[in-house]
């Protein structure tokens, strides 16, 4: 009642204010002049908003029918802006000469040619205007060296936002074409930064939409997500928000979320129908249909088969291409030797040729019917031949960013390929299928550095260690144990449920008033992930984690017998990014020379990076255990131009005692916090990082979330750990969350002090983070000590 009347008091108080204001009279406002109201119409144009073009169009040629050569500007605008008319909108505005409705008329009719003569003994700031349509109407034609000369030229002749928006959008049309999605996504970039300036909202919208698809094809599902959401969101654009629907269900497919796929296919469809556009309602039926194959419901998949036959037009040959996919998939549940016989026909066109994605697709389907039937062995070459058509298509967006992701579009095929070598106890074998498929980004940066072939059991012996390769996957996940003795493999849960209980006992890691006594989470995935290894105390373990475990600390996770006690206690813990890299690495010696390279202490970058207070003593205490063989670069000095001048291949070990930021949407901007240096610049990232060859055995970043707080399919923690480790360096030891100034230099002193002696860095990294344990001060909780963690190899 209380919260009725002040919503009462406050309608009467504003109608009181109403009565005051009935008698003052508002002037209407003045009508904009031609010049005003024909620059406001081309603005929309520009940002994509053609109705209101067109309306404003409408006003200027009612306006100014009076005036022959405003009247034939405005109907060029309405011409422009309704292209459903085109030349057609110019019957009833005869030519009045001008320069500017010469260039556009014949802009309008294509004759590109005229139009730029004209412009350039006329209007020559509209040539770059005539640039940008000859791109596009290139492009159309499929002339894609023509197109991005225009689109080229265009950049090069113009400061405009608008126009640069539509340019780099052309060059991005065009490597989408080329199925180069690197590139791609690089222009699309581009292109909504100037949208944004140049304030084009809905061109911003679609061209996130488009770069989102781009994104979706190299496998970059989380950011495709992130780009299709605007687009998803609003209700006035329908074409947009149905393609940014289907995407987001064909993410959700591709992820084995099945559910969630099925709603956003439905809302696409729905969308569709109200659209009633035969080629957007045959994507949307093909979406269903297979959705609901994947389902296992045959019936309904049948059901949305024949929508698609009847709503498919002819002209859409690509997307005939993988109705003929789809059906043959249909076709092999009833009749798998006809089905092959299809999609071998498919496999052979021309269609087929260039198209990788498709290829691989068809290859799939062939394995899979070959392994359903019983036909193993050709299941299993089918299944190579797809992982070596996916390893083509890589390639496409190879040293890029786009490749850090795109592992993600074959592990359906990784995983059904385990799966068939699992069922015919080739325990080695499924490993290695699994372990080619980890950290590629990271091994093609190595390059000759990584070995080429592999022995696990042999490393396992090599390491006296056991190891622990986790697979997670949507349906059931596996873990491989390695040891000196040979390899076993265990069946988890799905990937979901392990992910949940990971992120939920990470968060439960870093509260203040945490407890080992009290938690569950900490006991059910040490019993789930580990118990099943049946690992002795006093050994070495190296965990090769995947998804969310990625971002687990294993030292924290609870032994429940004979007392509960955190793992860390039994064994020294550290991880690899893959068996090759681990299988890569120089066995440790403990001899040196030892020099060490350390910076840190810097300025305070304002309130975001404030002064660390503890960051000198960290940087005295490592000098005092190395010597004059330690170089540090601190204060002013220390800067990211100071990192390459400072020669970091001459040493042995390096760190960093800094503030570091890991941006999850762009993981090689990740990047230590240093002081300014003379290009205005505090930020090492991981892009100058990787660029800079390392020999280290050791690198430490004291830094927080400098372990990566972006995780991709295969590949992993994406940050500086992996910069580091792609430069080169053999261990890295980083953080998995926020690291506290008081604690850090305690555990980096204990840590250098044990490595001085001779000890191996992971055993080193555990004594001093069981000193913090055994304390029985504040700083024995796992908010302090668990976030560091040893990454590369023992």
């Given at each position: 009642?209380?919260?009725?009347?002040?919503?009462?008091?406050?309608?009467?108080?504003?109608?009181?204010?109403?009565?005051?204001?009935?008698?003052?009279?508002?002037?209407?406002p003045?009508?904009?002049?031609?010049?005003?109201?024909?620059?406001?119409?081309?603005?929309?144009?520009?940002?994509?908003?053609?109705?209101?073009?067109?309306?404003?169009?409408h006003?200027?040629?009612?306006?100014?029918?009076?005036q022959?050569?405003?009247h034939?500007?405005?109907?060029?605008?309405?011409?422009?802006?309704?292209?459903?008319?085109?030349?057609?909108?110019?019957?009833?505005?005869?030519?009045?000469?001008?320069?500017?409705?010469?260039?556009?008329?014949?802009?309008?009719?294509?004759?590109?040619?005229?139009?730029?003569?004209?412009?350039?003994?006329?209007?020559?700031?509209l040539?770059?205007?005539?640039?940008?349509?000859?791109?596009?109407?290139?492009?159309?034609?499929g002339r894609?060296?023509?197109?991005?000369?225009?689109?080229?030229?265009?950049?090069?002749?113009?400061?405009?936002?608008?126009l640069?928006?539509?340019?780099?959008?052309?060059?991005?049309?065009?490597?989408?074409?080329?199925?180069?999605?690197?590139?791609?996504?690089?222009?699309?970039?581009?292109?909504?930064?100037?949208?944004?300036?140049?304030?084009?909202?809905?061109?911003v919208?679609?061209?996130?939409?488009n770069?989102?698809?781009?994104?979706?094809?190299?496998?970059?599902?989380?950011?495709?997500?992130?780009?299709?959401?605007?687009?998803?969101?609003?209700?006035?654009?329908?074409?947009?928000?149905?393609?940014?629907?289907?995407?987001?269900?064909?993410?959700?497919?591709?992820?084995?979320?099945?559910?969630?796929?099925?709603?956003?296919?439905?809302?696409?469809?729905?969308?569709?129908?109200?659209?009633?556009?035969?080629?957007?309602?045959?994507n949307?039926?093909?979406?269903?249909?297979?959705?609901?194959?994947?389902?296992?419901?045959y019936?309904?998949?049948?059901?949305?088969?024949?929508?698609?036959?009847?709503?498919?037009?002819?002209?859409?040959?690509?997307?005939?291409?993988?109705d003929?996919?789809?059906?043959?998939?249909?076709?092999?549940?009833?009749?798998?030797?006809?089905?092959?016989?299809?999609?071998?026909?498919?496999?052979?066109?021309?269609?087929a040729?260039?198209?990788?994605?498709?290829?691989?697709?068809?290859?799939?389907?062939?394995?899979?019917?070959n392994?359903?039937?019983?036909?193993l062995?050709?299941?299993?070459?089918?299944?190579?031949?797809?992982?070596?058509?996916?390893?083509?298509?890589?390639?496409?967006?190879?040293?890029?960013?786009?490749?850090?992701?795109?592992?993600?579009?074959?592990?359906?095929?990784?995983?059904?390929?385990?799966?068939?070598?699992?069922?015919?106890?080739?325990?080695?074998?499924?490993?290695?299928?699994?372990?080619?498929?980890?950290?590629?980004?990271?091994?093609?940066?190595?390059?000759?550095?990584?070995?080429?072939?592999?022995?696990?059991?042999?490393?396992?012996?090599?390491?006296?260690?056991?190891?622990?390769?986790?697979?997670?996957?949507?349906?059931?996940?596996?873990?491989?144990?390695?040891?000196?003795?040979?390899?076993?493999?265990?069946?988890?849960?799905?990937?979901d449920?392990?992910?949940?209980?990971?992120?939920?006992?990470?968060?439960?890691?870093?509260?203040?008033?945490?407890?080992?006594?009290?938690?569950?989470?900490?006991?059910?995935?040490?019993?789930?992930?580990?118990?099943?290894?049946?690992?002795?105390?006093?050994?070495?373990?190296?965990?090769?984690?995947?998804?969310?475990?990625r971002?687990?600390?294993?030292?924290?996770?609870?032994?429940?017998?004979?007392?509960?006690?955190?793992?860390?206690?039994?064994?020294?813990?550290?991880?690899?990014?893959?068996?090759?890299?681990?299988?890569?690495?120089?066995?440790?010696?403990?001899?040196?020379?030892?020099r060490?390279?350390?910076?840190?202490?810097?300025?305070?970058?304002?309130?975001?990076?404030?002064?660390?207070?503890?960051?000198?003593?960290?940087?005295?205490?490592?000098?005092?255990?190395?010597?004059?063989?330690?170089?540090?670069?601190?204060?002013?000095?220390?800067?990211p131009?100071?990192?390459?001048?400072?020669?970091?291949?001459?040493?042995?070990?390096?760190?960093?005692?800094?503030?570091?930021?890991?941006?999850?949407?762009?993981?090689?901007?990740s990047?230590?916090?240093l002081?300014?240096?003379?290009?205005?610049?505090?930020?090492?990232?991981?892009?100058?990082?990787?660029?800079?060859?390392?020999?280290?055995?050791?690198?430490t970043?004291?830094?927080?979330?400098?372990?990566?707080?972006?995780?991709?399919?295969?590949?992993?923690?994406?940050?500086?750990?992996?910069?580091?480790?792609?430069?080169?360096?053999?261990?890295?030891?980083?953080?998995?969350?926020?690291?506290?100034?008081?604690?850090?230099?305690?555990?980096?002193?204990?840590?250098?002090?044990?490595?001085?002696?001779?000890?191996e860095?992971?055993?080193?990294?555990?004594?001093?983070?069981?000193?913090?344990?055994?304390?029985?001060?504040?700083f024995?909780r796992?908010?302090?000590?668990?976030?560091?963690?040893?990454?590369?190899?023992?």
């Amino acid at each position: 009642m209380r919260l009725r009347a002040i919503a009462l008091f406050l309608l009467a108080a504003v109608a009181c204010r109403e009565e005051k204001k009935q008698d003052v009279v508002h002037p209407a406002p003045k009508p904009l002049a031609a010049d005003a109201l024909y620059a406001r119409g081309r603005e929309a144009l520009h940002s994509g908003e053609n109705n209101d073009a067109e309306r404003i169009a409408h006003e200027g040629e009612q306006r100014f029918a009076k005036q022959p050569v405003w009247h034939e500007l405005f109907a060029i605008l309405d011409a422009e802006a309704n292209s459903s008319h085109g030349l057609q909108q110019l019957e009833h505005a005869p030519a009045n000469g001008t320069p500017e409705a010469l260039v556009r008329r014949a802009m309008l009719g294509g004759e590109y040619e005229k139009a730029d003569e004209i412009a350039a003994r006329r209007l020559p700031a509209l040539r770059s205007e005539i640039a940008a349509a000859r791109a596009r109407q290139s492009a159309g034609a499929g002339r894609f060296e023509e197109a991005e000369r225009y689109a080229r030229q265009t950049i090069a002749s113009t400061n405009q936002p608008w126009l640069l928006a539509r340019a780099h959008a052309q060059l991005a049309s065009i490597a989408t074409q080329q199925q180069q999605w690197a590139q791609a996504i690089d222009d699309y970039t581009t292109s909504i930064e100037y949208a944004q300036v140049a304030h084009m909202p809905s061109y911003v919208m679609k061209a996130m939409t488009n770069r989102g698809w781009c994104r979706l094809k190299a496998g970059d599902y989380d950011e495709a997500l992130n780009d299709l959401r605007p687009a998803r969101e609003q209700q006035q654009d329908r074409f947009y928000r149905h393609l940014s629907l289907v995407h987001t269900a064909d993410i959700y497919e591709r992820r084995q979320e099945l559910a969630a796929a099925l709603d956003y296919a439905r809302k696409g469809y729905e969308v569709a129908v109200v659209m009633n556009d035969g080629r957007e309602l045959a994507n949307s039926s093909h979406q269903l249909r297979q959705i609901e194959f994947e389902r296992g419901h045959y019936k309904e998949a049948k059901i949305w088969n024949d929508a698609v036959s009847k709503t498919r037009p002819a002209s859409d040959p690509e997307g005939l291409l993988w109705d003929h996919w789809m059906e043959a998939r249909i076709v092999a549940m009833a009749n798998p030797v006809q089905a092959l016989e299809m999609l071998k026909k498919l496999r052979a066109s021309k269609e087929a040729k260039d198209n990788l994605q498709f290829l691989w697709c068809v290859q799939w389907a062939e394995a899979e019917i070959n392994y359903r039937i019983g036909k193993l062995p050709e299941a299993e070459k089918k299944f190579k031949e797809t992982l070596d058509t996916g390893a083509a298509a890589r390639r496409s967006v190879k040293g890029s960013d786009a490749a850090l992701g795109f592992q993600r579009n074959l592990l359906n095929v990784y995983d059904t390929y385990i799966e068939l070598l699992l069922t015919q106890d080739r325990v080695k074998d499924a490993l290695l299928i699994a372990e080619s498929g980890r950290a590629r980004a990271l091994r093609e940066e190595l390059g000759e550095r990584v070995v080429r072939t592999l022995d696990p059991v042999a490393l396992a012996r090599q390491t006296d260690a056991t190891i622990l390769c986790y697979w997670l996957y949507a349906k059931r996940s596996l873990l491989w144990i390695v040891t000196p003795h040979g390899i076993e493999v265990q069946r988890l849960a799905a990937e979901d449920e392990i992910d949940k209980l990971a992120d939920g006992y990470r968060d439960e890691l870093q509260r203040s008033r945490f407890s080992p006594d009290t938690t569950n989470l900490g006991v059910q995935l040490y019993e789930m992930l580990v118990a099943p290894a049946k690992i002795a105390r006093e050994s070495r373990v190296i965990i090769l984690p995947d998804a969310h475990l990625r971002a687990l600390s294993f030292d924290a996770l609870i032994v429940p017998q004979p007392k509960r006690h955190y793992w860390i206690e039994d064994v020294t813990i550290s991880y690899s990014p893959s068996l090759y890299l681990l299988a890569s690495a120089p066995t440790w010696t403990g001899r040196g020379p030892w020099r060490a390279l350390v910076f840190g202490n810097v300025p305070a970058e304002g309130s975001e990076f404030p002064k660390l207070e503890q960051a000198q003593r960290e940087i005295d205490n490592i000098s005092r255990r190395f010597g004059t063989s330690a170089v540090v670069v601190s204060g002013t000095g220390a800067t990211p131009a100071s990192y390459a001048a400072a020669h970091p291949k001459d040493y042995q070990i390096i760190h960093f005692a800094a503030h570091a930021v890991a941006p999850p949407e762009t993981p090689m901007n990740s990047a230590v916090i240093l002081a300014r240096d003379s290009a205005n610049n505090f930020r090492l990232e991981g892009r100058q990082i990787i660029r800079v060859p390392l020999a280290a055995e050791l690198v430490t970043l004291s830094s927080c979330n400098s372990a990566g707080r972006r995780n991709y399919a295969g590949e992993g923690l994406v940050g500086l750990t992996w910069a580091f480790l792609g430069a080169g360096a053999r261990r890295v030891v980083a953080a998995q969350w926020e690291v506290s100034d008081s604690a850090a230099p305690r555990i980096m002193d204990s840590m250098y002090a044990a490595i001085r002696s001779g000890v191996e860095p992971a055993v080193a990294l555990r004594r001093a983070k069981l000193e913090l344990l055994r304390s029985g001060r504040v700083f024995a909780r796992p908010l302090y000590w668990a976030p560091f963690a040893i990454y590369g190899a023992l």
